[in-house]
T-cell receptor, first 115, second 109 residues
């Protein structure tokens, strides 16, 4: 296992289109997190799963955003009707539940550009 | 949630020791102090974590005074490849990581 994988690395889409990103966590990690990062800012928490259950969602996660982790393994983040303000780096991380916070392993992210 | 304050940016030269201080006046008894490093177009990477006094690993040292209201990340003999953003985080075990703006370290030749 080489770490957290995210696909695609880059995505350019037209405003109004739907996009879906995929995250494959470290296999033994039962927690999976989605963060969003805009230029010059630190990552902002969006949502997290423990196994297949989505346990918390940030207020940043509008109705146009939906995340799933159907079998407690990989996760998808979908953005419907994209807006220019959605342009950002979307980061996925995984960890073991209850572990110390150094247990977070981040992927390299998906950079979304909405034109 | 304890808020952290750290310098927006710092400059250094290769071979120097760099100290980045973070203040966290409202740290709770059960909170740990954790530092992450982020290179452009990559996700953050764990550097070091501590609760009190001093912690050292192969990458850095973390100094935490007795009142725990601040901490200092020390990077010995930096190189150009240490140019990155460094985040100081305070959180309890199992809680969500909450990032601030970080410190942009530029190492010059």
């Amino acid at each position: 296992d080489t770490g957290v994988s995210q696909d695609p690395r880059h995505k350019i889409t037209k405003r109004g289109q739907n996009v879906t990103f995929r995250c494959d966590p470290i296999s033994e990690h039962n927690r999976l997190y989605w963060y969003r990062q805009t230029l010059g800012q630190g990552p902002e928490f969006l949502t997290y799963f423990q196994n297949e259950a989505q346990l918390e969602k940030s207020r940043l996660l509008s109705d146009r955003f939906s995340a799933e982790r159907p079998k407690g393994s990989f996760s998808t983040l979908e953005i419907q009707r994209t807006e220019q303000g959605d342009s950002a780096m979307y980061l996925c991380a995984s960890s073991l539940a209850g572990g110390l916070n150094y247990g977070y392993t981040f992927g390299s992210g998906t950079r979304l550009t909405v034109v | 949630l304890a808020k952290t304050t750290q310098p927006i940016s710092m400059d250094s030269y290769e071979g120097q020791e760099v100290n980045i201080t973070c203040s966290h006046n409202n740290i709770a008894t059960n909170d740990y102090i954790t530092w992450y490093q982020q290179f452009p177009s990559q996700g953050p990477r764990f550097i070091i974590q501590g609760y009190k006094t001093k912690v050292t690993n192969e990458v850095a040292s973390l100094f935490i005074p007795a009142d725990r209201k601040s901490s200092t990340l020390s990077l010995p003999r930096v190189s150009l490849s240490d140019t990155a953003v460094y985040y100081c985080l305070v959180t309890g075990a199992g809680n969500m990581l909450t990032f601030g703006g970080g410190t942009r370290l530029m190492v010059k030749p």
